[in-house]
């Protein structure tokens, strides 16, 4: 342990964060994900294997990541399959005020896991602008993973590129936060093993979309 790496979150920061990582997209699958609590650390624990479901593990795992450096946590992931666990996360509290204090980008993607919704509706015939695409090319990337377009029809669909199945959920929910954040609706699937993201606008006035049971 460092000098700047004293403290560990209580028991009620914890459930607030796995709360939020309970809102994460599955895939239509029910929630593979479960969590083990130690005393300086939360493990991710898996009751299935199959890609889609490391895919929905990982997109727990970066709720998780957030929802801690959103309440000023700094998070070191330790990423390795051991039985049914497949990565620990460490949350610190750093002294150095730099360190702790949340970035803009890590609030605002906190906020959007309440509010983020999968939306398989037809969007808006309303074009998605560069900006926006750009903008969550970067949030792919910020995973080590890339957007490639497929389509364009009533928004965009784009194909999510990464090898490795955790760290592509990762990515998946980095980029439908960042698209929420943005404004834009957003449905997330499996298709022939591939994970396709569809992004547009929600057409004006449609009715709000209830949480997915979980």
């Known amino acids: 342990m460092t000098a700047t790496s004293v403290r560990m979150p209580d028991a009620a920061t914890v459930e607030?964060?796995?709360?939020?990582?309970?809102?994460?997209?599955?895939?239509?699958?029910?929630?593979?994900t479960r969590w083990r609590i130690?005393?300086?650390?939360?493990?991710?624990?898996?009751?299935r294997t199959d890609d889609a479901a490391l895919i929905a593990?990982?997109?727990?795992?970066?709720?998780?990541?957030?929802?801690?450096s959103a309440l000023g946590w700094?998070?070191?992931?330790?990423?390795?399959?051991?039985?049914?666990?497949?990565?620990?996360?460490?949350?610190?509290?750093?002294l150095d005020p730099a360190m702790s204090?949340?970035?803009?980008?890590?609030?605002?993607?906190?906020?959007?896991?309440?509010?983020?919704?999968?939306?398989?509706?037809?969007f808006a015939d309303q074009?998605?602008?560069?900006?926006?695409?750009t903008w969550?090319?970067?949030?792919?990337?910020?995973?080590?993973?890339?957007l490639v377009p497929v389509s364009k029809d009533r928004g965009v669909v784009m194909s999510l590129v990464m090898k490795d199945p955790l760290r592509a959920g990762e990515a998946l929910s980095s980029v439908l936060l960042a698209a929420?954040?943005?404004?834009?609706?957003?449905?997330?699937?499996?298709?022939?093993?591939?994970?396709?993201?569809?992004?547009?606008w929600p057409v004006p006035n449609s009715e709000p979309l209830p949480h997915s049971a979980r």
């Open 74 to 94: 700094s998070t070191r992931v330790h990423r390795k399959t051991e039985g049914d666990r497949l990565a620990t996360v460490f949350p610190r509290w750093d």
């Open 180 to 200: 929420t954040v943005w404004g834009l609706a957003s449905h997330a699937r499996m298709v022939h093993g591939n994970v396709l993201v569809r992004v547009g």
């Open 101 to 122: 204090d949340p970035m803009v980008s890590e609030v605002a993607s906190a906020a959007a896991i309440s509010i983020r919704r999968a939306d398989p509706r037809p």
């Open 136 to 146: 969550l090319l970067q949030a792919a990337q910020a995973e080590e993973a890339s």
């Open 16 to 32: 607030e964060v796995l709360k939020l990582a309970s809102r994460a997209p599955a895939l239509d699958l029910v929630p593979p």
């Open 127 to 133: 074009e998605v602008p560069v900006s926006a695409l």
């Open 38 to 47: 130690g005393v300086d650390r939360v493990e991710l624990i898996t009751t």
């Open 57 to 68: 593990c990982g997109a727990a795992l970066h709720h998780v990541r957030i929802g801690f």
